[in-house]
């Protein structure tokens, strides 16, 4: 049988355009071995100790192969990761910041976190096929985590809304494992705060919550929007939480609505698709969902607000809420007061 080698006039072989398309996106891959690499090796905390340092020195140290080392330095150094002084390399300013195990926003977890099984980004083609099973993967530090400056921005958002009137007493639903409820408490420190998640996400938000000190006042129990602690809350706040069970949507939203107090305010945030589900540019931040939630995301924002009244609750409104991954979509209802004139 002829090889696809022998189709081809080696004469007149020449690469279609194309294919530098595809030559970049593997140099993003390789890009990011290489990020790999200097975490695995050491290299980042050895040189962040012991910089400026020669290659000798570097190879001695780390074990890394001198015929190929000055390929890697200099391939580190063409990413902004390294930087030269003299013959001898370091650190480029700011990186020890996010290489150095001694930070907390060293990116080594993260990197390698990509790779892990469980993550959908370690095998897209399992991960967007009929044959994928969730699996447990290792959790983050706090400042690691993909959802951090979400939680922040929503947790800021919601104190500034509420101004010098904080909720008595809030649930918080929290897809972030913790995160936001962390944030909440910051924020909100003389607030009585439930924090609601799934059983199997019992364990890693009391490890979130406790490598997140703060003077407030929480709980963490088993729920979800349908599974509500018996209380009646000032403010339910329900983050990236709601994706599970978008077929029953009208069910989840009565339920919460029947756990607020007379005037308390229900908050929804979350990802919304386009209308009719269509796609636009910015396909990865899109994966970046799906692989975060396992789910797609909402639908028919348009007539959201509907659905909150339709639940029994008023003043439904919407907001949008710059993240990470574009847009994330508020929706704020209150429960009914008979003393409509009254702030919550």
């Not at 609601?196 to 890693?204: D, G, K, W």
Request: negative net charge; hydrophobic residues 45%; charged residues 20%.
């Amino acid at each position: 049988m002829d090889t696809i080698i022998d189709k081809i006039d080696l004469t007149r072989l020449e690469a279609p355009p194309a294919a530098a398309a595809l030559r970049g996106i593997a140099d993003g891959f390789k890009a990011f071995q290489i990020l790999h690499a200097g975490f695995a090796s050491g290299l980042f905390d050895w040189l962040d100790a012991n910089g400026p340092a020669e290659k000798s020195a570097i190879a001695a140290a780390t074990g890394l192969r001198g015929a190929h080392l000055g390929g890697f330095l200099q391939a580190l150094e063409d990413l902004g990761l390294l930087a030269r002084h003299g013959q001898g390399y370091v650190l480029a300013q700011g990186m020890e910041a996010v290489l150095c195990t001694r930070s907390p926003w060293c990116q080594a977890q993260v990197i390698d976190g990509l790779l892990a099984p469980g993550n959908g980004w370690s095998d897209l083609a399992r991960f967007l096929s009929d044959a994928w099973q969730p699996a447990a993967t290792a959790l983050p530090p706090p400042a690691q985590h993909p959802l951090l400056g979400d939680a922040c921005r929503l947790a800021g958002h919601l104190a500034a809304r509420r101004g010098a009137e904080p909720p008595g007493r809030l649930l918080c639903i929290d897809g972030s494992e913790g995160l936001l409820a962390a944030a909440l408490a910051g924020h909100f420190p003389d607030t009585d705060i439930s924090v609601a998640v799934a059983p199997a996400a019992l364990e890693r938000t009391r490890q979130t919550l406790d490598a997140c000190p703060s003077s407030g006042h929480y709980r963490i129990v088993a729920g979800s929007p349908f599974e509500l602690p018996a209380d009646a809350f000032d403010q339910i706040v329900v983050f990236h939480a709601l994706y599970p069970v978008r077929r029953a949507m009208s069910d989840a939203l009565a339920a919460l609505a029947a756990s607020l107090a007379p005037g308390g305010e229900l908050v929804l945030a979350h990802w919304f698709c386009l209308e009719a589900c269509e796609t636009a540019p910015g396909g990865l931040r899109d994966l970046d969902k799906a692989v975060l939630t396992d789910s797609h995301p909402l639908c028919h924002v348009e007539s959201f607000c509907t659905r909150l009244e339709s639940a029994g609750l008023t003043g439904a409104e919407r907001a949008d809420l710059e993240s990470d991954y574009g847009v994330t979509k508020l929706h704020f209802a209150r429960c009914p007061d008979a003393h409509q004139g009254d702030k919550p």
